[in-house]
T-cell receptor, first 113, second 116 residues
Framework: DTAVSQTPKYLVTQMGNDKSIKCEQN?????MYWYKQDSKKFLKIMFS???????INETVPNRFSPKSPDKAHLNLHINSLELGDSAVYFC????????????FGQGTRLTVV | AQSVTQPDIHITVSEGASLELRCNYS??????LFWYVQSPGQGLQLLLK??????LVQGIKGFEAEFKRSQSSFNLRKPSVHWSDAAEYFC??????????????FGKGTHLIIQP
């Protein structure tokens, strides 16, 4: 049973479209994250949610909007997609009140054409 | 703000040889330290972690890492690499003691190539 699952795994779309990536974790964690991995493999945090509350919002265009309907889900919605949004997006989760590692999903490869 | 430096972008090692991947961090206190591995087209898998205690930590797949406070380093080692170890390796830190919702700060990764 997958701990952190993302859908879809691949997403190809045209510039200007709006798309969503879904993430679910079954670990009972209270914190979820979105990371972006660029073409040079660099990983950078985008958002952090703790108990459905936005904690971290790095310098990300406001075309990116995370939504957390409950502690187990954190979706990423992207409006007006641009070529530069092409990347791999990773969802992760962890537990905030104890020392523990983050668990990552398999990633969503977004290609904007 | 914390930062992580992995000075080697690419490393090539012969199968069966030993491996050391370097990681240096910059942070005012002792952070939590991690090594993750990413195989092609895959997500990130935790190899090992350091929170406190013994500075030599053992991980999965025969990897170990040593935390050296004086050098602000957390180098990853393996005595004998296998072809399946070819992957991207990331060192990461999180500043919080006791958890928190801060995300990981990653190094830029080291691409490991295994020569037959």
């Amino acid at each position: 049973d997958t701990a952190v699952s993302q859908t879809p795994k691949y997403l190809v779309t045209q510039m200007g479209n709006d798309k969503s990536i879904k993430c679910e974790q079954n670990l009972g964690h209270d914190t979820m994250y979105w990371y972006k991995q660029d073409s040079k493999k660099f990983l950078k945090i985008m958002f952090s949610y703790n108990n459905k509350e936005l904690i971290i919002n790095e310098t990300v265009p406001n075309r990116f909007s995370p939504k957390s309907p409950d502690k187990a889900h954190l979706n990423l919605h992207i409006n007006s997609l641009e070529l530069g949004d092409s990347a791999v997006y990773f969802c992760a989760s962890s537990q905030s009140d104890r020392a523990t590692e983050a668990f990552f999903g398999q990633g969503t490869r977004l290609t904007v054409v | 703000a914390q930062s992580v430096t992995q000075p080697d972008i690419h490393i090539t090692v012969s199968e069966g040889a030993s491996l050391e991947l370097r990681c240096n961090y910059s942070y005012g206190a002792t952070p939590y330290l991690f090594w993750y591995v990413q195989s092609p087209g895959q997500g990130l898998q935790l190899l090992l972690k350091y929170f406190s205690g013994d500075t030599l930590v053992q991980g999965i797949k025969g990897f170990e890492a040593e935390f050296k406070r004086s050098q602000s380093s957390f180098n990853l080692r393996k005595p004998s690499v296998h072809w399946s170890d070819a992957a991207e390796y990331f060192c990461a830190v999180v500043p919080y003691s006791g958890g928190g919702a801060d995300g990981l700060t990653f190094g830029k990764g080291t691409h490991l190539i295994i020569q037959p």
